[in-house]
């Protein structure tokens, strides 16, 4: 292994830059909404809005219909893969990353045992599989139904354990902008078909290949970062393999940093204009050092409990908080330092004029006059 010494630093603000350039983020991509879906390895997708959210803020001229469409035709799929949360991947991701994550969806099934007394995970496996696939069903209706058979386990158990077991999509019109439905659920096999499936292969991904992946969309990053996104650990033989095809760096703490030789890495002095993300958007939740886009003084004001915030971008950091409500679009600006609120203030027409295109893109009402819409600054709770 080369030496610490060997390895040049990178500071802060060009990591900062790296990462946007990766995510998109730096200025909109021209490319296909499937396409964007796939190179940023999925889209976190606990709620039905942030994908679509996440994609108007990467992509040129992108509608909510385009990655509606892509749902309704099954191109992609919303399923739990990545740190056990729901996300919106391709086709193709979903057979083949949800294999790979499946170690861990096993050990979070063992957290379970005390309620899975006497519960044979084999024959609850193809028990849930068969009644999935029969017709897709809710959670409660899969707990129903193997209570049936194992009356005296934990209800919650049960359905952790076939959530985990099986590779179980929401299907439409769940997850579709502008319609609703409430969560059903079959496999993904059952979902995209049996000849689909077997055209797009259902063997796990190479680790080797889904590192290259990750560090094409979040790097340059270290071990940890990559096993915080995944929800994996043990990936430090997987970096090591792929050394002498990476470049390695330092971070200002003096942390390894991997990346690929060819990845785009702008000046620090790049701009970085404003941008209104979701919440849970995998910017702000796939590194174990998030420095890179949070600083010290806006660390944990994305959150509120378990509640998560939609966030604003501002000179590429996390910068304040907002919300859209009847053609309104609030932001509330942190204002830690003397130096940050004035900042924030200089870029309030650059801020107005991301609110408004966002509105224009993203108003569910079309009868909502353009006239009517507008951005104010304030507090997100007032």
Known sequence: ???????????????????????????????????????????????????????????????????????????????????????????????????????????????????????????????????????????????????????????????????????????????????????????????????????????????????????GAFGPASVKDMQTWAGLTRLREAFERLRPRLVVFRDENGAELFDLPDAPRPAPTTPAPPRFLPEFDNLLLSHADRTRVITPEAKGRSWAGNQAYRTLLLDGFLAGLWKADAGVLTVELFAATSKAAKAANAAKEEIVAEGELLLAAMEEDPQTPAGRWSVRFGSIHG
């Open 1 to 215: 292994m080369a030496s610490r010494t060997t390895h040049p630093v990178i500071d802060t603000r060009s990591l900062n830059r790296a990462t946007l350039a990766r995510q998109l983020l730096l200025g909109r991509a021209g490319m296909s909404a499937r396409d964007a879906v796939g190179h940023l390895l999925g889209l976190q997708a606990q709620n039905v809005k942030p994908p679509y959210y996440q994609l108007h803020a990467r992509l040129a001229g992108f509608r909510p219909a385009e990655l509606a469409g892509l749902m309704e035709s099954r191109e992609v799929v919303r399923m739990v893969t990545m740190r056990s949360t729901i996300h919106t991947h391709t086709a193709h991701d979903a057979l083949t990353l949800r294999p790979l994550v499946q170690p861990a969806r096993d050990r979070e099934v063992n957290q379970f045992r005390k309620g899975l007394v006497g519960v044979d995970l084999e024959r609850l496996t193809a028990s849930a599989r068969a009644f999935v696939e029969d017709g897709p069903r809710t959670m409660g209706e899969i707990r129903e139904e193997l209570l049936k058979q194992w009356p005296d386990a934990d209800p919650q158990s049960l359905a952790v354990a076939a959530r985990c077991r099986l590779p179980l999509v929401q299907v439409t019109p769940r997850g579709v902008w502008g319609r609703s439905g409430q969560v059903r659920l079959t496999t993904l096999e059952n979902w995209l078909g049996g000849e689909r499936a077997d055209a797009d292969g259902v063997a796990a991904a190479s680790v080797d290949d889904v590192v290259l992946r990750y560090l």
